[in-house]
């Protein structure tokens, strides 16, 4: 079955430094990987998505990811964080059996003044 | 375009009552979904449609109805809510041959 795994429930991060969120997944086949964030009060935005081509996917608001194969991962990254990013943020993966996008728990980013 | 709509923000319903969980989309996307948020859990699919006509069960569908007699509503519905049902419910849209899918706000439900 289609997975991701977000290990880390939060993060901190000091304003200006670099942020990783880091998500892993499991999949047959050729993954469809995204990631979207979810402001407070707020439903989920999309921010960036990998189908195919670069490894490095560049998305909305100065964040990026990294696909890595060998690795089975998408970690997103930024890098110079602002107070503004704290938010929750998620992984998902297109599931190709079913065409369902199927998330993982959420990492909480705090970027701290 | 207003997007993904949802009505209502926040409901709470006593043990037992039923009620409708509105999700409208005015982007003419032919695929459109329910997500329930946990703490903890992330966002699990309730129940999905691929188009007017065509629904079908996603992770936790029990407890849960919906249809689609339109292609720009999918209501969702609670035929006798469980505090087990508290929770935050999301709708989301996209196009079959599209990845991108677009969320609306939310409705925060509590069940009493």
């Known amino acids: 079955a289609q997975s991701v795994a977000q290990p880390e429930d939060q993060v901190n991060v000091a304003e200006g430094n670099p942020l990783t969120v880091k998500c892993t997944y499991s999949v047959s086949g050729n993954p469809y990987l995204f990631w979207y964030v979810q402001y407070p009060n707020r439903g989920l935005q999309f921010l960036l998505k990998?189908?195919?081509?670069?490894?490095l996917v560049k998305g909305s608001y100065g964040f990026e990811a990294e696909f890595n194969k060998s690795q089975t991962s998408f970690h997103l990254k930024k890098p110079s964080a602002l107070v503004s990013d704290s938010a929750l943020y998620f992984c998902?993966?297109?599931?190709?059996?079913?065409?369902?996008?199927?998330f993982g728990t959420g990492t909480r980013l705090q970027v701290f003044p | 375009n207003a997007g993904v709509t949802q009505t209502p923000k926040f409901q709470v319903l006593k043990t037992g009552q039923s009620m409708t969980l509105q999700c409208a989309q005015d982007?003419?996307?032919?695929?459109m979904s329910w997500y329930r948020q946990d703490p903890g859990m992330g966002l699990r699919l309730i129940h999905y449609s691929v188009g007017a006509g065509i629904t079908d069960q996603g992770e936790v569908p029990n407890g849960y109805n919906v249809s689609r007699s339109t292609t720009e509503d999918f209501p969702l519905r609670l035929l006798s809510a469980a505090p087990s049902q508290t929770s935050v419910y999301f709708c989301a849209s996209r196009r079959v041959l599209q990845e991108t899918q677009y969320f609306g706000p939310g409705t925060r439900l509590l069940v009493l």
């Open positions: 982007m003419n996307h032919e695929y």
């Open positions: 990998y189908i195919t081509g670069d490894n």
């Open positions: 998902a993966v297109r599931d190709h059996n079913t065409d369902k996008l199927i």
